[in-house]
């Protein structure tokens, strides 16, 4: 299948495409990755595409006291990128699609496309990532957590450009994504990303949030606040996997039940707790 | 670049080697433009939905899946697709590997894995065998055939010094 009639637009820099953006109904292109299948399925028909997939001002990886990831960059080069206190970055993005989605899928497009499923909005909603989001009017800030509304629903209005992603980096933190999968290279039906301090066998600080659990990243607050100050060991660690479905209402569909996924979600994370409990 | 709904664009592409300058509709595919518009048809449409990998091409050297790139994206760029991987009529080191080794069935998805070989033997680092089917999970052969399909592309790896 192919898209319906669609314009095209290719600005030579990141002016010109909020430019074009104010002034015309369209939709961005960076990698395709997720736009296209869905133009195909001609779930979306806009009047142009504006493709900022070649804009090299977009495309960077700054390191530093924050780390800023520019939204054009490639799956691929994150992959091949050991970022320092932010190492789970990594271990995300090679977890991704495959190869070919990797290569041409950038981390803008996958944070603005706000999958609820989709692997680097769990990740960033962890590290409290900020957002940067330019428009004609100006430039704006916004933090992960309040980035990311609903399924396909973020703080992006029609005429915003996603620019960068910014982490702080977490020194001493144990960090992992892991995801289950039908198949390889699969959306998640559970993904955990977790990182964690802890100090003499003590949790000083921890974050965890899910993907493919909720309309959008689910932060497992709770969990956090009964692991903070304790000591990490196997009564707590069940305690907190616990406490981390409560008041979460997974979706039910062809991949698995809704308790199927709050089971999955218990274990990843006592799994994984436990791991890092023995690593310490 | 600008092109309104409907109107076509000339793009210009190097493909195996070879510059090209067409008109295409922004919407036309990177796939149809290379079976259609230059009649190279060894890359293959399996899916159609992302997930086959019969389709793979590098562009710039990286492997992509040309089902869901347009044509447009590829303006500038090089393209290389199973027809440019021998030269000289002869066989590239990956061709030949997946010959000796039986790794093709019907040969529908053949074509883009042996791309995607291509792509990720390129470093010419050892790879093992596990690592193997994690680089080629974007390629599904529905003959269920993998096997020789490994075996072949870890030939290819020691043939090429790795
Ligand atoms: C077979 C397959 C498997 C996949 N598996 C996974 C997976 O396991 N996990 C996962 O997380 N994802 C997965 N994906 C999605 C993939 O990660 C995409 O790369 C990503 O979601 C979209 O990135 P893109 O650059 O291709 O964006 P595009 O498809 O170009 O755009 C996606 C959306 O974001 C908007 N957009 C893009 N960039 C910006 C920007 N800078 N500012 C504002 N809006 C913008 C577009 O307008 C569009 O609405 C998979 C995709 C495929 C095809
Ligand atoms: S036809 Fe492109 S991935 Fe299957
Ligand atoms: S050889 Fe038949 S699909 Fe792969």
Known sequence: ?280 | MLAEPGQRVKIKVKVNGVEYEEEVEPRKLLVDFLRENLNLTGTKIGCDTTTCGACTVLVNGKSVKSCTMLAVQANNKEVVTIEGLSTDSRLSVVQQAFKDNFALQCGFCTAGMIVQAHYILKEKKPLSEEEVRDLIHGNICRCTGYQNIVNAIMDASRRMGA
């Open chain 1, 1 to 280: 299948m192919y898209p319906a009639q669609v314009g095209y637009y290719k600005p030579e820099s990141l002016g010109e495409a909020l430019d074009f953006l104010e002034k015309h109904e369209s939709k961005i292109i960076a990698g395709g990755q997720s736009l296209i299948p869905m133009l195909k399925l001609r779930i979306l028909n806009p009047k142009y595409l504006v493709d900022i997939g070649d804009l090299k001002e977009l495309s960077f990886i700054r390191e530093g006291d924050v780390i800023s990831i520019g939204a054009t960059t490639r799956h691929s080069e994150l992959v091949s990128k050991r970022l320092p206190g932010a190492e789970i970055i990594q271990e995300t993005a090679s977890k991704v699609g495959d190869v070919q989605v990797r290569n041409m899928g950038t981390v803008g497009g996958s944070v603005s496309n706000a999958d609820p499923s989709a692997d680097y909005p769990a990740m960033f909603s962890a590290l409290e990532a900020t957002m940067v989001i330019r428009s004609k009017a100006g430039t704006r800030e916004v933090n992960a957590l309040d980035f990311f509304k609903g399924p396909f629903n973020t703080a992006l209005g029609q005429s915003d450009i996603l620019e960068q992603v910014k982490v702080k980096p977490l020194r001493g933190y144990k960090q992992v994504y892991r995801k289950i999968v039908r198949r390889a290279g699969d959306f998640a039906l559970v993904g955990l990303a977790l990182v964690l301090k802890a100090n003499a066998g003590v949790v000083e600080d921890v974050r965890i949030a899910f993907t493919g659990v909720s309309d959008k990243p689910y932060r497992a607050i709770k969990a956090e606040e009964a692991l903070r100050g304790s000591k990490l060991d196997s009564s707590s660690i069940s305690k907190a996997s616990e406490i981390a479905v409560e008041g979460v209402n997974p979706p039910s569909d062809s991949r698995g039940s809704s308790m199927y996924r709050k089971e999955v979600m218990k274990r990843l994370l006592r799994n994984t707790l436990e791991e890092m409990k023995d690593a310490s």
